[in-house]
């Protein structure tokens, strides 16, 4: 049992160019969250989907695009990478069972951008 | 909007107790703890989803006073294990979940 896999775990992008953060849940889960950490900011959320075929702004989801392919994966893109994007990535996925909602997390993408 | 927590950090001693605020301005349908440490992936601790509901395991426990839309984190007796940053969650009823900036709890033996 995985839980949440996210690839890269690393990358180092250029100004400008293009990349597709990869997360996928073997749980089952409903809702798929991107976040993104910065050093006194917290987790910030990019864009989440509360089920499979829709998606929904966060608080910061200028500059990022998501696809929510199927029950399973969510994808978070970077048309045209700029450094204020560089930061740790993470993807989170939930389920409401009973009167618990626990959220897991992947491990995290660091992205940096020069 | 994030919520908001206080302190931003806190030092203890080993066997001290904590608490971490978390209030937010606009309507929480649920309230969520997790711990992150250095390096590593936030951690569920607990959900609270009624107002004045508590809840606890070991000897972390947590309220909500859904009226003043304010949560609070109680660690007793900490230990070592406790040191990371503490991050609330506001669930809204659409399904997302916003987190506040974190509270960098330390504790020293």
């Known amino acids: 049992n995985a839980g949440v896999t996210q690839t890269p775990k690393f990358q180092v992008l250029k100004t400008g160019q293009s990349m597709t953060l990869q997360c996928a849940q073997d749980?089952?889960?409903?809702?798929m969250y991107w976040y993104r950490q910065d050093p006194g900011m917290g987790l910030r959320l990019i864009y989440y989907s509360a089920s499979e075929g829709t998606t929904d702004k966060g608080e910061v989801p200028n500059g990022y695009n998501v696809s929510r392919l199927n029950k399973r994966e969510f994808s978070l893109r970077l048309e045209s990478a700029a450094p204020s994007q560089t930061s740790v990535y993470f993807c989170a996925s939930s389920v409401l069972r009973g009167s618990d909602t626990e959220a897991f997390f992947g491990q995290g993408t660091r992205l940096t951008v020069v | 909007q994030q919520p908001v927590q206080s302190p931003q950090a806190v030092i203890l001693r080993e066997g001290e107790d904590a608490v971490i605020n978390c209030s937010s301005s606009k309507a929480l349908y649920s309230v969520h703890w997790y711990r992150q440490k250095h390096g590593e992936a936030p951690v569920f601790l607990m959900i609270l989803l009624k107002g004045g509901e508590q809840k606890g395991h070991d000897k972390i426990s947590a309220s909500f006073n859904e009226k003043k839309q304010q949560s609070s984190l109680y660690l007793t007796a900490s230990q070592l294990s406790y040191s990371g940053t503490y991050f609330c969650?506001?669930?809204?009823?659409?399904?997302?979940?916003?987190f506040g900036k974190g509270t960098k709890l330390s504790v020293k033996p």
């Open positions: 749980m089952n889960h409903n809702s």
């Open positions: 969650g506001g669930g809204g009823s659409q399904g997302n979940l916003i």
